[in-house]
């Protein structure tokens, strides 16, 4: 699957809601259904594109890391913050410019949900875990949980990894 494939699908799905909800506002007058449990709801029928563009010309090292296959993080030189994900001032001693420095790629898992109900830029996913691991230099990462079996405290793995359809490098917690 491609983007673009996704992106039809999604857009077929959109299609068939605003068409249902095209009959529904024409038999009550208004947009709104009954929830799950029987509760009305009102469903918006605007369409709305969102489209992300963060620039990210001081933080760039970190993207090129990747390709290198470094997960890296930035470390204020003057109080030593380490700052994951890397930004490149540090808001404690208003200075830019931080060192890059290389997460320690062991941590455990401090807390976690598995999200069943996605967000609709999210829907073409199957059910994932977003966790949040207290790495080795005591910095907590977000990110992805890819394990079956998933608990608080256990020994997990920072790696780099491929998030399909999209086909980007990201990073994911893995067991250790
Ligand atoms: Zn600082």
Not at 25 to 44: A, C, F, H, T
Not at 70 to 93: E, H, N, V
Not at 137 to 149: C, L, M, P, Y
Request: proline share 6%; net charge positive; with cysteine.
């Amino acid at each position: 699957m491609t983007i673009n494939d996704v992106r039809e699908k999604l857009q077929q799905q959109i299609s068939q809601l605003i068409s249902s909800l095209d009959q529904v506002v024409q038999m009550y007058g208004m947009p709104i259904i009954q929830d799950k449990n029987g509760n009305p709801l009102w469903i918006d029928v605007r369409e709305m594109t969102l489209r992300y563009q963060i620039p990210i010309k001081k933080v760039q090292k970190f993207f090129e890391g990747l390709k290198e296959g470094k997960i890296l993080a930035t470390k204020c030189s003057k109080c030593g913050t380490i700052y994951f994900p890397p930004q490149d001032d540090c808001p404690k001693c208003k200075i830019s410019g931080l060192e890059w420095v290389e997460m320690p790629d062991e941590g455990e898992l401090v807390a976690y949900t598995i999200i069943n109900v996605k967000p609709p830029s999210f829907s073409h996913y199957q059910d994932y875990i977003v966790g949040i691991a207290r790495m080795k230099n005591g910095i907590n990462v977000t990110a992805w949980v890819n394990s079956k079996e998933v608990k608080v405290g256990m020994k997990v793995k920072l790696r780099i990894t491929k998030r399909e359809p999209e086909n980007y490098l990201t990073y994911e917690l893995i067991p250790a």
